[in-house]
């Protein structure tokens, strides 16, 4: 399925499950070789696309493509529609749902692609029924008439909303559907479609406190919002600016491996991404276990000795690994054996147990929230210490006049590791105008000294550096670097942007030229 929001998705996606068959929901933004892998590894033989223009046009150009690997490609248009209604309303056999069971893929999800090619992973009913069965009891969900109404404007093929979706069906709770996500129109579609809850994923929310206050905005019926990706800086500005009481802020991942929830209705775990308490905490003791990350590696830290694992506190927190029962206990990604086993880990604290590797470092505090530190891949290391991109990113989030931050670490010549770069969005979008002083000074009081970005990179619109699934992506940012001259080479219009730095011994952030990348690598200058 390759749709925009509508209606039609949720129909298509439910008469599907009635005749014993799964969807995989494909992102609409995909074309040529990431289309084709998506399609590929499905093994899928229809894609059933919409008739939205631009849709068309990304699916005619790989037309020929999916034909030679045995896909027919079939548009819902006015057409189809009109044949679709002249069939005549049956009940499915049952003999096409017969032999299902709780393991039956509701629908492939894939991977948000912001580490390279997106993955595929079934989400088994089981899973859903789990979810959709837990998630009404803690956010107060009223269904059926008069009741709650949610606000769905992330992508249906993306797991946060393809999935709140559908546990809302299963609950008796009213959809309103956008077709994708718009700054311009969204706080009016929550006026008019009287929504109680809107669901939001990375960062929607950034984008909505980005633009000048309206008084639209408080108009709206709106008590709650829930997804995942809230920056914790967000979360104060955004309940008081819009009105909204409460917060509940999820960790998932695609792989439906691991879960937690943080309903928030005040200032009680502001920022973490779920809560146990002392029972959860007692039960999930050997089950979700942080354990020491090799620095230089990236890999699991093991005893020259023994050759396990070794684990650290929850409070101070490290790669979050998840014990399975078995190989078996976990899917893997559809069709990808080598990426399923990269995630998987064997003999880690005794010959013969499994543990799912999440890949992302959390941390639990002394009253049971769990807060984010980081997706490991993203992390650097500089000046011999490892550097938190999500440490970073909230320390650049508390100043005022920056509308968003993406950090990530970059090569420098003549330097071992990698160094910090700060791509933002400025609120005024006038570079020269900028108070870099003041910013350098905030920073070095925020931030240990190895922290403080070396490089700013100014981009001109916000949204210029996520993912079609509102996630930030540092992949091409990270692999452009700080080059002047290469900027633009990997990232689109990054010729553009403008080339910040702050050298040794200076108050503030100045213009970063080609002289200056050349005498970095002749080693005549700082940092």
């Not at 299902?100 to 509701?106: E, I, R």
């Not at 009741?147 to 909303?161: N, S």
Request: one cysteine or more.
């Amino acid at each position: 399925m390759y749709f925009y929001n509508s209606p039609d998705f949720m129909f298509i996606w439910l008469g599907l499950l009635s005749i014993g068959a799964a969807p995989a929901l494909i992102n609409f933004n995909l074309a040529s070789s990431a289309l084709l892998h998506c399609v590929e590894v499905s093994g899928t033989r229809l894609l059933l696309y919409d008739s939205a223009e631009d849709c068309v046009s990304r699916i005619e150009r790989s037309k020929n493509q999916l034909h030679a690997v045995g896909v027919e490609c079939v548009v819902l248009d006015a057409a189809l529609k009109a044949k679709i209604s002249q069939y005549p309303i049956s009940r499915p056999e049952t003999d096409c749902f017969n032999s299902a069971s709780f393991q039956l893929p509701l629908a492939l999800m894939y991977t948000s692609g912001t580490t390279g090619l997106p993955k595929a992973s079934p989400w088994t009913a089981h899973r859903q029924y789990i979810s959709a069965s837990l998630l009404p009891r803690p956010f107060g969900q009223r269904p059926g008439l008069g009741g709650d109404r949610t606000y769905i404007c992330i992508p249906l093929y993306h797991g946060t909303g393809g999935l709140a979706a559908l546990a809302d069906m299963m609950n008796g709770v009213s959809i309103a559907l956008a077709p994708k996500f718009s700054l311009s129109c969204f706080w009016q579609d929550c006026i008019d479609s009287e929504a109680t809850f809107f669901v939001y994923v990375g960062e929607i929310v950034r984008y909505l406190l980005s633009v000048p206050p309206s008084s639209v905005e408080k108009k709206h019926q709106i008590r709650m919002i829930w997804g995942n990706g809230l920056s914790p800086e967000l979360w104060s500005k955004a309940k008081d600016r819009f009105g909204i009481t409460e917060v509940g802020e999820f960790y998932a991942s695609t792989e439906g491996v691991l879960g937690f929830v943080n309903h928030s209705r005040n200032d009680f775990g502001t920022g973490a991404i779920g809560h146990h308490g002392c029972i959860l905490r007692y039960k999930y003791q050997d089950i979700l276990v942080p354990v020491r990350i090799d620095a230089d590696t990236g890999d699991i830290w093991r005893s020259p000795d023994t050759g396990f694992a070794q684990r650290v506190t929850y409070k101070q927190g490290g790669e979050m690994l998840v014990k399975l029962q078995s190989r078996k206990a976990w899917a893997g990604y559809y069709g990808a054996e080598e990426a399923t086993r990269k995630k998987l880990l064997q003999d880690v604290f005794a010959k013969g147990d499994f543990y799912f590797r999440t890949g992302d470092a959390l941390r639990r505090d002394d009253n049971g929230h769990w807060y984010f530190i980081d997706r490991l891949g993203d992390t650097y290391r500089w000046k011999g210490e490892n550097i938190s991109t999500t440490e970073v990113t909230q320390a650049i989030g508390k100043y005022p006049n920056i509308t968003e931050a993406n950090v990530y670490g970059v090569k420098i010549p003549c330097h071992d590791g990698r160094t910090g770069c700060a791509a933002v969005v400025l609120a005024s979008g006038d570079v020269d105008a900028f108070d870099w002083a003041s910013l350098a000074t905030m920073l070095r009081k925020e931030l240990p000294p190895y922290a403080v970005p070396t490089f700013i990179r100014v981009r001109r619109a916000v949204g210029s550096m996520s993912t079609d699934n509102h996630k930030h992506s540092k992949v091409q940012l990270r692999l452009e670097g700080v080059e002047p001259q290469a900027l633009g080479t990997k990232v689109p219009n990054g010729n553009t942007d403008s080339l910040l730095w702050l050298p040794a011994g200076s108050s503030k952030y100045v213009h970063f030229t080609q002289n200056d990348w050349d005498k970095l690598t002749q080693s005549r200058a700082r940092i």
